[in-house]
């Protein structure tokens, strides 16, 4: 359950990093400010999803030893 839950997750934190990242490609950041703003979000969003991969792995290298 808890992997299935992280699947879909990661797969909504996946898709808004490729959204925003389309969008900074077709030139969305009309100004200096907004481009920082929005390769921030992006930022985080790629740490959130590193941390939730991590914490996956750790979960289901647990779940090994028991």
């Given at each position: 359950m808890i992997v299935s839950f992280s699947e879909h997750l990661r797969e909504a934190l996946q898709s808004e990093i490729h959204r925003m990242s389309a969008d900074l490609a077709r030139g969305s950041a009309s100004t200096y400010d907004d481009y920082r703003h929005m390769t921030g979000i992006i930022q985080g969003l790629s740490r959130a999803e590193h941390e939730l991969t991590a914490l996956v792995e750790?979960?289901?290298?647990?779940q090994d030893m028991h």
């Open positions: 750790a979960y289901e290298k647990d």
